[in-house]
């Protein structure tokens, strides 16, 4: 482990409204407590970095690796019409990206989800579906560890 991981702390605003699933090498995974959209992102556990350009070359290529991984996994698991996969950190600096499971039928079709609607909290039972449908797949490829449930 560097001295960059022992240093990384998840930013306080992607606690609040995120709950964690698992972690690949290089990211944790987390799921937007916004029941909208199925809304995944992986924030690199990397101290002091809001940008990919600021990660070595190295992590870059497991990140885009990991992203590329869990948007491909997502679009079957959810049947997505279209995955939205995107680094912003406007409103947070860590470095985090975003990936959003999109259906024609989804709150803000076809336009961004940010604003759109108030966020939905997901249920005890719609999170545990979440988890198992992630678990059947994700886990038996030994690319991702996934937090048990609470």
Same mark, same amino acid.
């Given at each position: /482990?560097?001295?960059? +991981?022992? +240093? ?10 995120? &709950? ?10 987390? *799921? ?15 101290? #002091?970095?809001?940008? &990919? ?10 990140? /885009? ?6 948007? @491909?996994?997502?679009?079957? !698991? ?16 860590? %470095? ?16 961004? !989800? ?20 992630? @678990?059947? %797949?994700?886990?038996?490829?030994? #690319? &991702? #560890? *996934? #937090?048990?449930?609470?």
């Amino acid at each position: /482990m560097d001295e960059l +991981e022992l +240093e990384f702390e998840l930013h306080p605003q992607l606690v609040n409204d995120c &709950i964690v699933l698992g972690e690949f090498p290089l990211s944790t995974l987390l *799921l937007a407590n916004d029941s909208n959209y199925p809304w995944f992102i992986l924030v690199p556990r990397r101290a #002091e970095v809001s940008e &990919i350009y600021h990660l070595s070359e190295e992590d870059q290529r497991q990140l /885009m690796h990991e992203s590329s991984f869990l948007a @491909e996994n997502l679009a079957d !698991i959810f049947a997505a019409k279209k995955m939205n996969v995107a680094t912003l950190g406007n409103m947070v600096p860590q %470095l985090h990206l975003h990936h959003v499971v999109r259906q024609e039928d989804d709150a803000a079709w076809p336009g961004p !989800i940010w604003g759109k609607v108030p966020a939905v909290p997901y249920t005890d039972a719609a999170l545990h579906d979440i988890r198992h449908k992630l @678990e059947t %797949l994700l886990s038996h490829s030994g #690319e &991702i #560890e *996934l #937090e048990p449930e609470s």
